[in-house]
């Protein structure tokens, strides 16, 4: 089974960039649809992005334009870029792999947005 690590949160000014990195281990990250989560104090945890095994990505309408998912298997990590930050962006990332009714998830990065 694979276990997830998330890092690379932390504060940043309105408009700047931070990049979330889960490293994986026990198995490959290329087999799984790897998720990156997001969650607020009283929210339900929403979908931020994914990537598919063969590649394909996918975003919510919020982040579109501005984060971007990525792979990169010989690291078996799986990678978030977020740029132009805003204060509605602050919240606890998790990365999340799935596959044929497997779940797992990382412990969580926080991300705060705020000058």
Do not use: H
């Not at 089974?1 to 490959?28: D, W």
């Not at 799935?98 to 990065?109: E, I, K, V």
């Amino acid at each position: 089974q694979v276990q997830l690590v998330e890092s690379g949160g932390g504060l940043v000014q309105p408009g700047g960039s931070l990049r979330l990195s889960c490293a994986a281990s026990g198995s490959s990250v290329s087999i799984y649809v790897m998720g990156w989560y997001r969650q607020t104090p009283g929210l339900q945890r929403e979908l931020v992005a994914l990537v598919t095994s063969g590649g394909s990505t996918n975003y919510a309408d919020s982040v579109k334009g501005r984060f971007t998912i990525s792979r990169d298997n010989a690291k078996n990590t799986v990678y978030l870029q977020m740029n132009n930050l805003k204060p509605e962006d602050t919240a606890v990332y998790y990365c999340k792999a799935d596959r044929l009714g497997f779940s797992a998830w990382g412990q969580g990065t926080q991300v705060t947005v705020s000058s």
